[in-house]
């Protein structure tokens, strides 16, 4: 919006020039975004509180978390707002990539509340149905991956960028739409499994936002792309922006799910932010680096297929609990140590990933 209001000025006031260049609007995205987190964050965990009698089920098996009941989930509604607002004053609201995105992170946040809601309701930790929320969830990436291919410009949009590889798009041709379906249900799923643990899923999030963000900038820059020798993306550079208010938004949320939890992200979050990832990695043509930079989310989804894989086929499971990281609870790790641990390993994950910009 500020974009779109005071650029047009910008040739008789310089200091609005400023609002061309997207490092400065990413970083005042970033602070917008963690600073309306920080103002609504304790009014909107007074408000969940009340309307939440007992506070999220916690499962009735698995670790002992017990010090945690009464804690009020839906938490997530703190990073949409906060993101969301951010966006709207910082983005250049012409750009179709930017409203794909947001569309995408309302639909799963909206997925997300739904499935919340129906646990608290019948207080119980199952919510929606599992097929009808993966119906729901494929048909909001299915429109999604449509819009993409209908306003992008790119020739080679159905293409499949390999890792380490130059300049070079393996054609896929339609079969990339269920392909880009299954990166966006996928990585919003991931995330949710993550989300176990105070602070666990969050931050591997925000690690991932910046990564992404750093990858728009120069994927859809015309002079950086090709030195690179990476996939040009007209105007992809604008979801930057959107990285950006995850990033704050996501720091402004973790001062208060910090262990203690004072709120949950729930489903509203987890969904909602794990879809944004999938569907920037789609745009930008970096599918496959979105697994390594989220590496830490694919370990703990593979962890789910390999147990219920193993417990129906032999009736023994794998790991103590799934996913991952309740295993090492049950092995006796304290949260703490597994939540930071964790973080590590997705910072070395990221580190790899981003690698794959120069490496090739």
């Given at each position: ?213 750093i990858i728009c900038y120069l994927a859809g ?39 203690p939890a004072a709120v949950f992200m729930g ?32 370990l703990e989804t593979v962890s789910v297929i ?55």
């Amino acid at each position: 919006m500020l974009y779109n209001f005071l650029v047009p000025f910008a040739d008789d006031f310089i200091i609005f020039n400023l609002f061309r260049y997207l490092t400065f609007r990413a970083g005042g995205a970033i602070m917008t975004a963690l600073i309306i987190c920080f103002l609504i964050g304790p009014g909107m965990i007074r408000w969940l509180k009340s309307k939440q009698t007992g506070g999220q089920p916690l499962r009735e098996i698995g670790p002992d978390h017990l010090s945690k009941a009464g804690t009020p989930t839906m938490g997530g509604l703190m990073i949409l707002v906060s993101a969301g607002i951010s966006v709207l004053l910082w983005a250049n609201l012409a750009s179709p990539f930017v409203w794909i995105v947001v569309g995408v992170i309302a639909a799963f946040g909206l997925i997300g509340f739904a499935d919340d809601y129906a646990k608290l309701t019948r207080r119980s930790h199952n919510g929606v149905s599992g097929k009808m929320r993966l119906f729901l969830e494929c048909a909001a990436a299915l429109l999604a991956v449509l819009a993409y291919l209908y306003f992008t410009k790119d020739s080679q949009s159905m293409g499949l960028a390999i890792p380490f590889v130059k300049g070079y798009l393996l054609p896929l041709g339609f079969l990339f739409i269920p392909l880009a379906i299954l990166v966006i249900v996928g990585a919003s799923n991931s995330v949710n499994l993550t989300d176990g643990l105070d602070g666990l899923a969050i931050v591997p999030v925000m690690i991932a936002a910046a990564c992404f963000g750093i990858i728009c900038y120069l994927a859809g820059n015309a002079v950086y792309a090709p030195y690179l020798g990476i996939h040009l993306v007209p105007g992809a550079g604008e979801l930057a922006i959107i990285c950006g208010a995850l990033i704050g938004a996501g720091m402004g949320f973790l001062w208060f799910n910090a262990p203690p939890a004072a709120v949950f992200m729930g489903d509203t979050g987890s969904l909602s932010m794990g879809a944004a990832l999938g569907v920037i990695a789609v745009i930008v043509k970096h599918e496959l680096v979105l697994g390594i930079i989220g590496g830490l989310f694919v370990l703990e989804t593979v962890s789910v297929i390999v147990q219920v894989a193993s417990f129906k086929l032999t009736g023994k499971r794998v790991f103590a609990m799934a996913p991952l990281h309740h295993h090492f609870e049950k092995k006796g790790w304290s949260e703490p140590t597994i939540v930071i641990r964790f973080w590590i390993i997705a910072v070395i994950l990221a580190l790899i990933g981003l690698s794959t910009l120069k490496l090739r």
